[in-house]
């Protein structure tokens, strides 16, 4: 499975902005696909994701201002995120998980950049 990111960039504090993955390849395989973030001197965490099924996470409070889509069909997840603060800078990672709950596949990540 391969996944192409996008959407990242330079926002101001309480913007808003879209990212989107989309996965190509053997994507039978698919059964759940996440958003995780990893920012400087971080470790990388799971924001939100969404299984096949409708199922969904989010991280603590980000629910309030993080929302996850996907377009099963199309392969493609969203990770539409409102009121941005600073502390949101990080690189952004899509991952897809495979049948036994693992994100085995990753994309390469696109940096989202939170100016104040």
């Known amino acids: 499975v391969q996944l192409q990111a996008s959407g990242g960039g330079l926002v101001q504090a309480g913007g808003s902005l879209n990212l989107t993955c989309t996965a190509s390849?053997?994507?039978?395989?698919?059964?759940?696909m996440g958003w995780h973030r990893q920012a400087p001197g971080q470790e990388r965490e799971l924001v939100a994701a969404?299984?096949?099924?409708?199922?969904?996470y989010y991280r603590g409070s980000l629910k309030r201002r993080f929302t996850i889509f996907r377009d099963i069909a199309k392969h493609t997840a969203y990770l539409q995120m409102n009121n941005v603060r600073p502390e949101d800078t990080a690189v952004y990672y899509c991952?897809?998980?495979?049948?036994?709950?693992?994100?085995?596949?990753w994309g390469q990540g696109t940096l989202v950049t939170v100016s104040s």
């Open positions: 991952a897809v998980q495979n049948m036994y709950g693992y994100y085995k596949y």
């Open positions: 390849g053997s994507t039978q395989i698919i059964k759940g």
């Open positions: 969404m299984h096949n099924s409708g199922d969904t």
